[in-house]
């Protein structure tokens, strides 16, 4: 079992920048591919960014150029490192961690076993 817990979310202007994290519990982290979701009210949860364990990375168009996701091994943390918000960018974050120990990192929600319970992030015009 894995508990995933989200930090970081907040009020931005636009143009601004924020830094979620992702702490995990448990000692099989490294092992796991981990993404970053996002769902704005009225929309479906969408994938922003993922890692795989071996470190490579997928990222939404409208994310690309503006968000970095990364992962800590030693801290069991993954972090999202977002430039330029946008308000469209406005959603609750979650993070998930798929433990199919698969090697590419996976987009689709469906491939995700655990997930946190989500961090405000909202980004005013």
């Known amino acids: 079992q894995v508990q995933l817990v989200e930090s970081g979310g907040g009020l931005v202007q636009a143009g601004g920048s924020l830094r979620l994290s992702c702490a995990a519990s448990?000692?099989?982290?490294?092992?796991?591919?981990m993404g970053w979701f996002r769902q704005a009210p009225g929309k479906e949860r969408e994938c922003v960014a993922a890692i795989s364990r071996y470190g490579s990375t997928y990222y939404a168009d409208s994310v690309k150029g503006r968000f970095t996701i990364s992962r800590d091994s030693a801290k069991n943390t993954m972090y999202l490192q977002m430039y330029s918000l946008k308000p469209e960018d406005t959603a609750v974050y979650y993070c998930?961690?798929?433990?199919?120990?698969?090697?590419?990192?996976?987009?689709?929600?469906?491939?995700?076993?655990?997930w946190g319970q989500g961090t405000q992030v909202t980004v005013s015009s």
């Open positions: 448990g000692r099989t982290f490294s092992n796991y591919a």
């Open positions: 998930a961690a798929d433990r199919s120990l698969r090697v590419a990192a996976a987009a689709s929600e469906s491939e995700y076993d655990y």
